[in-house]
């Protein structure tokens, strides 16, 4: 299509301000950004749409619109949302640059101006994809009943032979054309999506995983209206983006692809992206709840006060479950070097995906209730709060009243972590850190609060620990795990080298093993025999090696105190 055939729809809501002259270049695509340089996802004819938020002076303009114009871009359409009308000097810059430049009236939302592109350029292309994003057009356009982004990948494979999945961050399946993916191929293609798209390499990343060719799509949110910018930051930083993209995942090597092709699967991601979105608008009077939820509590409120908040929410918060249940708290944080980026938003997004229940099917987006509508959060700051409910059972107590109390594992730091260390680790890259802390259940609103504390508390044990990803569950907070990860690094340095650099000296010129014994004598409880056993030494060698260690750090290990002060330099060393 071309772009003059963009002022003849009214319903767009454009209005020229500049480049009459090039109304008749071919737009292939569409694209939302608010980056200051997004010229990595640009490939040429795109029209860019933007909300102005890359712009903080008149300065900023120029350097804009010549990205836009060195990469191919055939227009540019700038909503009023942001600053009330598009600046001057991004009008004179377009002009120099020869741009074409729109203005978006802020009663339309970029998802119209999208959905309306990628209708009129797939109709107009000739080639096998065409009819399908078209059918999925039209069956999204009537509503649920269209079956969401399962029936687009279901036509992938009818029409096309191609096998498709949508991804989320951390790799769950959210839809499917046919079979599931093989166990562990998720996070691993979702690993590789976010470590590519942190390097800056162009889509689709062509993968190789378990001997099968993968090409993977991102699927980047195709709505930056009004109620997307206010306040949201990180929507518009790469490094956060990353983290809360869906993925669209092809079991093909997309690098012999015609052009056409590939432009008509962005025109699929982007749809499936349309439909996030509205997805996402569903959740808002969720999130807005967990929040006035989460204020009270903060606020130390009445657990009275809690509790009818938290009956009059249930209907949106826990849907299908009836009333409250037990709870768990669960706070995460990402952080990145320099601290510039407000991370709070795309922690609440990607708690939602981390919190989803894996034994949940993922149906279609569509679903009524989908897997993360039964988990509420919320954000305070660069933290992110989730309140996961709990199933209630019937239990039998001696007084015989029935009540119903929690009897199941509940959520461990150890599987979450497990979950998303490996594809969240890609990226977060080299600059940043996600922590995550989970409390122990509670079984009403009075212990909230409390759950509040101890989910923040384990959260700081884990930001204490090595690695992009770290966890702590409320399990730890009861043992010495709690306090060594805020010992200051100075105290830790001088205690452990007061104690084992003796040892380790020793090792190191006489190839001693006095570390290892050491380790192996405090595990074994102090036993001579199990832990000459464990050794594989004669106990006399044993006694020889723990008389060295004595005579080298001037300790006794058969009193506790020095046992404990050798056992908490090992561990902090």
Not at 354 to 366: F, G, N, R
Request: glycine residues 8%.
């Amino acid at each position: 299509m071309r772009l003059r055939a963009l002022l003849e729809t009214d319903a767009l809501g454009l209005r020229l301000l500049g480049g009459a002259d090039e109304l008749d270049r071919t737009v292939r695509g569409v694209m939302t950004t608010d980056l200051r340089d997004p010229s990595r996802y640009l490939s040429g004819g795109e029209l860019v749409l933007t909300g102005l938020a890359w712009r903080r002076t008149a300065e900023d303009s120029e350097p804009f619109v010549r990205i836009l114009a060195a990469a191919g871009v055939v227009g540019l359409a700038a909503g009023e949302a942001e600053l009330g009308s598009v600046p001057q000097d991004l009008v004179e810059a377009c002009e120099r640059h020869r741009l074409p430049l729109f203005s978006v009236m802020e009663s339309v939302a970029f998802a119209t101006i999208t959905e309306h592109v990628v209708r009129q350029v797939s109709g107009e292309r000739a080639g096998d994809l065409a009819a399908v994003v078209d059918r999925h057009r039209r069956l999204m356009t009537s509503g649920p009943a269209g079956g969401g982004p399962e029936v687009v990948l279901d036509l992938l494979t009818s029409d096309l032979d191609l096998h498709a999945w949508v991804l989320s961050p951390v790799g769950r399946q959210v839809a499917g054309s046919d079979t599931p993916l093989p166990a562990g191929v998720g996070p691993a293609l979702a690993a590789e999506h976010l470590a590519a798209s942190r390097t800056g390499r162009r889509s689709p990343h062509r993968v190789l995983v378990g001997g099968t060719a993968y090409s993977l799509f991102p699927i980047r949110a195709a709505d930056r209206g009004p109620e997307r910018l206010a306040g949201t930051a990180a929507s518009r930083d790469v490094r956060t983006s990353v983290l809360s993209d869906w993925l669209l995942a092809v079991e093909a090597d997309a690098g012999d692809w015609p052009a056409a092709r590939l432009d008509l699967l962005q025109g699929v991601t982007q749809l499936i992206a349309v439909e996030r979105d509205r997805r996402d608008a569903a959740r808002t009077v969720r999130r807005r709840l967990a929040q006035e939820v989460l204020e009270l509590v903060q606020a130390g409120a009445a657990p009275s006060e809690i509790a009818a908040r938290l009956r009059v929410a249930a209907p949106v918060l826990l849907p299908g479950l009836g009333a409250a249940p037990h709870w768990q708290v669960v706070v995460a944080r990402v952080e990145w070097d320099g601290g510039s980026v407000e991370s709070g938003p795309a922690a609440q997004a990607l708690l939602e995906e981390i919190l989803v229940d894996p034994t949940v099917p993922a149906d279609s987006m569509a679903a009524a209730a989908e897997p993360a509508d039964r988990i509420a959060v919320a954000y305070s700051g660069e933290e992110a709060i989730a309140l996961v409910p709990l199933p209630a059972v019937a239990a039998d107590h001696p007084d015989g009243d029935g009540a119903a109390e929690y009897r199941g594992p509940g959520l461990h730091a150890e599987s979450l972590l497990a979950a998303v260390e490996r594809p969240l680790s890609g990226g977060l890259a080299d600059d940043g850190r996600l922590t995550l802390g989970v409390s122990a259940p509670v079984h009403s609103a009075e212990g909230l609060r409390g759950a509040l504390e101890e989910a923040r508390h384990a959260r700081r044990v884990a930001a204490a620990r090595p690695g992009r990803v770290a966890a702590a569950g409320h399990h730890e907070l009861a043992s010495h795990v709690l306090l060594l990860p805020f010992v200051p690094d100075d105290v830790r340095r001088a205690f452990t080298a007061r104690l084992l650099d003796p040892l380790r000296d020793y090792d190191q010129r006489h190839r001693a093993e006095l570390i290892p014994t050491l380790e192996a004598f405090l595990d074994s409880d102090g036993s001579w025999t199990r832990c000459a056993t464990r050794l594989h030494l004669h106990v006399n060698t044993l006694r020889y090696r723990v008389g060295r260690i004595e005579q080298l750090t001037g300790r006794d290990l058969s009193r506790l105190e020095d046992k404990l002060d050798f056992f908490l330099a090992l561990r902090m060393s």
